[in-house]
């Protein structure tokens, strides 16, 4: 069992919640229960190390079974030494290292996809989590991270998406310009969501959802700017119909990519 929590190897492990850590390895951090039970069952030749304490082995034995299943070792530690590696005040039992794995924005759209979210200068962690575990439920094919949005192996993106960033695609790094170029190459309509668009009840009733579709999702303050507006084909508003000021972005994101999901299968082109 592994006790001491300034050990090098504890150490080794809490520095990936930072971005220099992880750009220098290519590895990243993963917490708790679900995420790990996704990685396992979806990416297990990702997982590099996995600690849990022995609480957690007791309680989710088909996590310990799943890793056994899989070839993968499980350390045990104690909980000093998981409130360490952790980069959450109070982790669940479990931490995993595991490789990074991007996936290259031409393979995305080379795959003919008919729904992908595209994220530009998205910043907050919990919003682009939030996104890939929306476009996950809602059956898109691929997420796309801007080179200005936030780092997608960033501890707080990760437990977001709850282990979603293991189901589908999710490319990293590249500009607006090449993301928007190969989308529409691949036969997409590029919708973009912002308060200055039409009403999405209008876009699904002229039949604009029924098409492939990348809906294009913009900073948490600012939005997209009029330069990013004009190269979409359809810019697109989620009405509030009661008293709210405003939908965060996640929410709203989430709504856009059910309606194309609603629309797409009730035309056919699931």
């Known amino acids: 069992m592994l006790e001491n929590p300034r050990s090098p190897r504890v150490r080794a492990v809490a520095k990936l919640a930072k971005k220099p850590a ?34 957690a082995l007791d309680r989710y034995t088909d996590i310990a079974q799943t890793a056994v299943d899989a070839g993968v070792d499980v350390e045990s530690v104690t909980e000093e030494v998981l409130d360490a590696m952790a980069d959450t005040v109070t982790p669940q039992g479990f931490v995993a290292v595991c490789h990074q794995f ?37 059956g898109a094919d691929a997420v796309v991270f801007t080179g200005r949005t936030v780092d997608l192996y960033n501890p707080k993106v990760v437990r977001s998406s709850t282990g979603s960033i293991f189901h589908l695609p999710v490319a990293m790094g590249a500009g607006l310009d090449d993301v928007l170029e190969r989308a529409r190459v691949a036969g997409l309509t590029v919708i973009a969501a ?18 492939p579709t990348a809906w294009l999702f913009g900073n948490e303050a600012r939005g997209l700017s009029d330069e990013q507006l004009v190269l979409a084909d359809h810019v697109v508003t989620v009405p509030i119909y ?5 939908m965060n972005l996640a929410t709203a994101a989430s709504v856009c990519l059910y309606e194309s999901a609603f629309a797409q299968r009730s035309a056919g082109h699931e």
């Open 22 to 55: 992880r750009a220098e390895s290519g590895l990243f951090l993963l917490e708790g229960p679900q995420a790990v039970a996704e990685a396992l069952t979806f990416r297990p030749q990702l997982v590099v190390e996995l600690y849990a304490t022995p609480a």
């Open 102 to 138: 991007p996936t290259a924005v031409k393979d995305i759209f080379a795959a003919s996809p008919k729904l992908v979210a595209i994220l530009e200068e998205v910043r907050d962690p919990g919003n682009a989590g939030t996104i890939v575990r929306a476009a996950d439920a809602a």
């Open 242 to 246: 009661g008293h709210a000021e405003s």
């Open 194 to 211: 912002d308060v200055k668009g039409e009403d999405l009840l209008t876009v699904r009733n002229d039949g604009v959802l029924d098409r």
